[in-house]
Each structure stands twice: as C-alpha cells, then as structure tokens.
C-alpha cells in the first residue's frame, strides 16, 4: 500500500526516531509499503519519519539504469560504522522537498551496519550514489534535512517556497 509522504516544514520530520526493538509483521509491512511509495514517487531512497513513522527504519535501491534488475533494500537500526576522509559532492533532491535542489558533500565512502527484514545483522561498505543516499536516509532519522547542510539563506528561500507549495495544497 503507497503512503502519503510528509512535506517539509512538519515537526515529524524534524524528529529523531526511535530504534526498533523487536522486528515485527507490521514493521516488515512498512517496509514494504515504503519501498512501493519510494518506487511509484519515483525516488532512489525513504525514509519511515517522511511517511510519519518515528522509527528507525530506511528503504533504498540506487539502480537508475533502464532494464536493469531493481535492488530494494530495508535497514532497520542503520548506522553509520566507518566513514573516508575522501568526499563526494552530489546535487541532492528529496522526496519531502520536491522539486529543491542542493549541493551536498558527504563522506564518498561509508561502512553501514543495520539489521535485515530477517533479523540479521548486517554490515556493507558503499560507494557512489548509494553512499550518498544511505546517509541522506540515515539523516532522515536523526531529524536532518539535506537543506539543513545548505547556506542558511538558500536554506530559507527553499523552506519559504515548500510553505507556499502546502498553502497552495491545501486550498485545492
Ligand atoms: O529521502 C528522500 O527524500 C529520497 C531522495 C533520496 C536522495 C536523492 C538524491 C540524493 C540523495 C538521496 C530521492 O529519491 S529524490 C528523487 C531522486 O533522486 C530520483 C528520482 C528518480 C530517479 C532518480 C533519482
Ligand atoms: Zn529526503
């Protein structure tokens, strides 16, 4: 089932969530239901606070190419284990913030350990876009917009049109 995704300003999104205790069929269900939004907004990444879920929960597939096999990924617990000295600079766009756009440098390769749809504990190292997108997802869940890494003008010019944009959504 496809979620409505949050916009920014709105406190949930402004949150840090929850860890998860105990992986149950409902939170296996979010996932799914996150993974379906993610692809039909379409989106590389979601994370649960931007479907108004304050638990520690991501979904990812980075795989842009035309016919080319998807990679639907869900980490419970995601965190951050080991980052380079090396940086990327990306021209991020957000799924809350549509339509904004801005240059983010972040670490170009990072080691994420997080728990599996299974309960497994898991630990991989990214690179590339995928780098770049599972830390944009983490910040989700510590209350962190790409924005929030912006120049604090460009940052208000940005929060201003996204108010005008739920204005204009709410008359209709
Ligand atoms: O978290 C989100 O809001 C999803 C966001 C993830 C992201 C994008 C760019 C850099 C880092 C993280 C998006 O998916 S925005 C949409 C997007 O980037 C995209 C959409 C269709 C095809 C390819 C990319
Ligand atoms: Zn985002």
Same mark, same amino acid.
């Given at each position: 089932m496809k979620r409505p995704i949050l916009i920014h300003p709105d406190p949930r999104l402004k949150k840090v969530c929850a860890p998860v205790d105990d992986l149950s069929d409902a939170l296996r269900r979010l996932a799914d239901d996150m993974l379906e939004t993610m692809y039909d907004a379409p989106g590389i990444g979601l994370a649960a606070p931007q479907v108004? !879920? /304050?638990?520690r929960l991501i979904v990812l597939d980075?795989?842009? &190419? &035309?016919g080319a096999a998807p990679r639907p990924m869900a980490m419970f617990n995601? &965190? !951050? !284990?080991a980052s380079s000295d090396e940086t990327n600079v990306y021209d991020e766009g957000c799924l809350s913030i549509p339509e904004q756009y801005g240059e983010v440098t972040r670490p170009a390769e990072v080691e994420i350990a997080w728990i599996d749809r299974d309960g497994n504990a898991q630990k991989q190292v990214f690179d590339g876009l995928w780098a770049t997108c599972v830390q944009h997802e983490i910040d989700h869940l510590n209350g962190? /917009?790409?924005?929030?890494?912006?120049k604090p003008l460009k940052r208000q010019m940005i929060t201003r049109k996204m108010q005008k944009l739920k204005r204009e959504l709410a008359r209709g």
């Amino acid at each position: 089932m496809k979620r409505p995704i949050l916009i920014h300003p709105d406190p949930r999104l402004k949150k840090v969530c929850a860890p998860v205790d105990d992986l149950s069929d409902a939170l296996r269900r979010l996932a799914d239901d996150m993974l379906e939004t993610m692809y039909d907004a379409p989106g590389i990444g979601l994370a649960a606070p931007q479907v108004g !879920v /304050l638990s520690r929960l991501i979904v990812l597939d980075c795989i842009k &190419e &035309e016919g080319a096999a998807p990679r639907p990924m869900a980490m419970f617990n995601p &965190e !951050v !284990v080991a980052s380079s000295d090396e940086t990327n600079v990306y021209d991020e766009g957000c799924l809350s913030i549509p339509e904004q756009y801005g240059e983010v440098t972040r670490p170009a390769e990072v080691e994420i350990a997080w728990i599996d749809r299974d309960g497994n504990a898991q630990k991989q190292v990214f690179d590339g876009l995928w780098a770049t997108c599972v830390q944009h997802e983490i910040d989700h869940l510590n209350g962190k /917009l790409f924005i929030d890494h912006l120049k604090p003008l460009k940052r208000q010019m940005i929060t201003r049109k996204m108010q005008k944009l739920k204005r204009e959504l709410a008359r209709g």
